[in-house]
């Protein structure tokens, strides 16, 4: 692993442990040369996967890309970091078991949509009002009057 500070390859691990349920290993790592350490997460990887948008591009799968957009949704909703990884892992394990490399970015966008909608009924209309283009405040209505009444898990709202 190459270090990020000076450039050198020589570094070593200096502690590894599982970190979200054993599906990522966290690496820390110090340089031999400049003596500076720092993380490395490892993840498993079943295959290489490109999203094809909707005018035909091929773009390499980002999920930090993907993981920004759920974070902007669940702004200041009490969602946590690992709960939004978890998410991100879900999804990217379900585009992986597809047994295709290219996805459209549709199915990224509903899955995505699915899993909020599980979660966090205003995260879920927050991400649908980008990913749908919502124009007006008519969409909105539109769309909050298919949700169904009850919060997520049950809690009846907040």
Request: hydrophobic fraction near 30%; glycine fraction near 6%; proline fraction near 4%.
């Amino acid at each position: 692993m190459r270090c990020p500070f000076c450039g050198s390859e020589d570094t070593q691990v200096k502690d590894s442990r599982p970190v979200e349920d054993g599906s990522v290993i966290r690496r820390r790592r110090q340089c031999a040369k400049c003596s500076a350490r720092f993380t490395t997460l490892e993840r498993v990887q079943l295959r290489e996967l490109v999203v094809v948008k909707k005018d035909g591009r091929r773009v390499p799968f980002d999920r930090d890309k993907l993981a920004r957009s759920l974070r902007i949704a669940t702004r200041k909703r009490g969602i946590d970091e690992d709960q939004i990884e978890r998410l991100v892992n879900r999804i990217v394990r379900e585009l992986e078991q597809t047994g295709e490399s290219e996805i459209p970015s549709t199915r990224i966008g509903e899955l995505a949509m699915q899993h909020l909608a599980r979660l966090d009924h205003v995260a879920y209309v927050r991400f649908a009002s980008v990913y749908k283009d919502f124009a007006t405040a008519r969409d909105f209505e539109e769309f909050i009057r298919d949700l169904p009444d009850r919060e997520p898990g049950g809690s009846g709202g907040r």
